[in-house]
């Protein structure tokens, strides 16, 4: 507070008889001391007293060397000025973008465990960048629910097929799990709907979807007794429901393929789903109704 009492500052005290005085580098008629304060100034003032020197120093070399030349006198390879500033340039910039993805990417390990910050998405997916060529042949081991390891051969695997989900570990990404993505299935094909947790994930007015290949609930609208792939006995018009559906998801702004989910064959002598009460069923989704995440009736069981 003492700037207030005495706005003029203090008057300057006469140097004492050991202390130095030294050009003020803001002008050269005045003298100042070494104190802490004036440090940073003089200091800077002899680093460009010392540029100065070193360009003079050179430019004096460089008139040599041109007089050589002129006289044909051999001489060395033109020495470049030792204070010019260098530009960052295109590798600069680049070293810039590597130091800054390492530093995020050590950042994610630590703050979240994963190097990508739990980013699973299509984009961080080696098939994305890399298509596999046709009539590729693999084998793939896969348990499915019924604890039975199999081998399947697969002909013209495409670039977007993505993983391959037992109908088990599909279910581990029903929303439960925070730090997994949300995932459902339609007559085969895996999305990523985790952008509309609130809509698929627990609580949500369509979490039944959730974690399953339910393809025959989105044609009949029987959300808790047909959360399954099997579409036999419908009819076309709700076969073409159901590929309808296939293309909402597939041409989705926020939601994108994963994968496939690979089904136990279906027992032909199997007896095909019953048609659901219909004063338990509901309308099909709209499209509004998913995008929006609105609420419908919620399912009864069947049968009661």
Same mark, same amino acid.
């Given at each position: 507070?003492s700037?207030? *009492?005495?706005?003029?500052g203090?008057?300057?005290?006469?140097?004492g008889p050991?202390e130095?005085? /030294?050009?003020?580098? !803001?002008?050269p $008629?005045?003298k #100042?001391?070494r104190?802490?304060?004036?440090?940073p100034?003089? +200091?800077?003032?002899?680093?460009?007293? %010392?540029q100065?020197?070193?360009h003079?120093?050179?430019?004096?070399?460089?008139? &040599?060397?041109?007089? %050589?030349?002129?006289?044909g006198?051999p001489?060395?390879?033109?020495?470049?000025?030792?204070?010019a500033?260098e530009?960052?340039g295109?590798?600069g910039?680049l070293?810039?973008i /590597?130091y800054?993805? *390492?530093?995020?990417?050590?950042?994610? %390990?630590?703050f979240?465990?994963?190097?990508?910050?739990e980013y699973d998405?299509?984009?961080?997916r080696l098939? =994305?960048?890399l298509? #596999?060529?046709?009539e590729?042949?693999f084998?793939?081991?896969i348990?499915l629910d019924?604890?039975?390891?199999? =081998?399947r051969?697969? &002909?013209?695997?495409?670039?977007n097929?993505?993983?391959?989900?037992s109908?088990?570990?599909? +279910?581990t990404?029903?929303?439960r799990?925070e730090?997994?993505?949300?995932? *459902?299935?339609i007559d085969?094909?895996v999305?990523? #709907?985790? $952008?509309? @947790?609130r !809509?698929?994930?627990?609580?949500?007015?369509y979490?039944?979807?959730a974690g399953?290949?339910a393809? @025959? $609930?989105?044609?009949?609208g029987?959300?808790? !007794?047909? @959360?399954t792939h099997d579409?036999?006995?419908l009819?076309?018009?709700?076969?073409?429901?159901?590929?309808?559906?296939?293309?909402?998801?597939a041409?989705h702004?926020?939601y994108?393929k /994963?994968?496939?989910?690979?089904?136990?064959?279906?027992d032909?002598?199997?007896?095909?789903?019953?048609?659901?009460?219909?004063?338990?069923a509901?309308?099909?989704? =709209?499209e509004?109704d *998913?995008?929006?995440?609105?609420k419908?009736p &919620?399912?009864? +069981?069947?049968?009661t």
């Amino acid at each position: 507070m003492s700037w207030i *009492l005495n706005p003029s500052g203090d008057v300057p005290r006469p140097p004492g008889p050991t202390e130095e005085l /030294v050009e003020d580098p !803001t002008d050269p $008629s005045r003298k #100042v001391r070494r104190k802490a304060a004036n440090q940073p100034f003089l +200091a800077y003032k002899e680093y460009r007293q %010392k540029q100065e020197q070193e360009h003079q120093a050179w430019l004096l070399r460089k008139k &040599e060397r041109e007089e %050589k030349l002129s006289r044909g006198e051999p001489v060395g390879p033109e020495e470049r000025d030792p204070t010019a500033e260098e530009e960052v340039g295109l590798l600069g910039l680049l070293k810039f973008i /590597v130091y800054l993805l *390492l530093i995020i990417v050590l950042a994610g %390990k630590f703050f979240t465990g994963s190097f990508l910050w739990e980013y699973d998405g299509k984009w961080v997916r080696l098939k =994305t960048y890399l298509p #596999v060529s046709d009539e590729l042949w693999f084998r793939i081991r896969i348990e499915l629910d019924s604890d039975v390891l199999v =081998t399947r051969r697969w &002909e013209n695997v495409q670039e977007n097929n993505g993983r391959l989900f037992s109908e088990s570990y599909l +279910a581990t990404f029903d929303g439960r799990d925070e730090n997994k993505p949300v995932y *459902l299935a339609i007559d085969g094909d895996v999305y990523d #709907v985790s $952008s509309n @947790r609130r !809509t698929y994930g627990p609580g949500g007015p369509y979490r039944h979807m959730a974690g399953v290949d339910a393809a @025959r $609930s989105f044609a009949t609208g029987c959300f808790a !007794t047909h @959360r399954t792939h099997d579409l036999r006995g419908l009819s076309e018009e709700q076969l073409q429901s159901v590929r309808h559906w296939k293309r909402f998801f597939a041409d989705h702004k926020t939601y994108f393929k /994963v994968g496939r989910v690979l089904h136990p064959p279906i027992d032909p002598e199997s007896p095909i789903p019953e048609p659901c009460d219909p004063s338990n069923a509901h309308a099909q989704p =709209t499209e509004k109704d *998913l995008k929006r995440g609105r609420k419908v009736p &919620e399912p009864k +069981a069947f049968g009661t």
